[in-house]
């Protein structure tokens, strides 16, 4: 059973730090492409940030390049979004994807 489980998300005043963390079990998807999504209410679900496991390229959405950095922990299967200076639109559900096809929870990121 594939099991994908976001944490870290949380309330922030603008120009904070967090870091998510999304912990897989069941599979090495680490190993795949790996995806933060965010969707906010009343807006379309956006692809945030990306990691390419097989050509090592990260793709960021230009509302947070600079921003945001995704990284992984190969041994701990474990994929990470470190989000610095934080503004109010990012105020959404975060959610990691595996290969667009497993997806954990979501963990919410208010950021006021």
């Known amino acids: 059973h594939v099991q994908l489980v976001e944490s870290g998300g949380g309330s922030v005043q603008a120009g904070g730090s967090l870091r998510l963390s999304c912990s897989g079990s069941?599979?090495?998807?680490?190993?795949?492409?790996v995806t933060w999504f965010r969707q906010a209410p009343k807006k379309e679900r956006e692809g945030v940030a990306g990691?390419?496991?097989?050509?090592?390229?990260?793709y960021y959405a230009d509302s947070v390049k600079g921003r945001f950095t995704i990284s992984r922990d190969n041994a701990k299967n474990t994929l990470y979004l470190q989000m610095n200076s934080l503004k109010s639109e990012d105020t959404a559900l975060y959610r990691c994807s595996s290969q667009y096809t497993y997806w954990g929870q979501g963990t919410q990121v208010t950021v006021s």
């Open positions: 069941g599979y090495h998807f680490i190993n795949n492409c």
């Open positions: 990691l390419s496991t097989l050509t090592l390229t990260t």
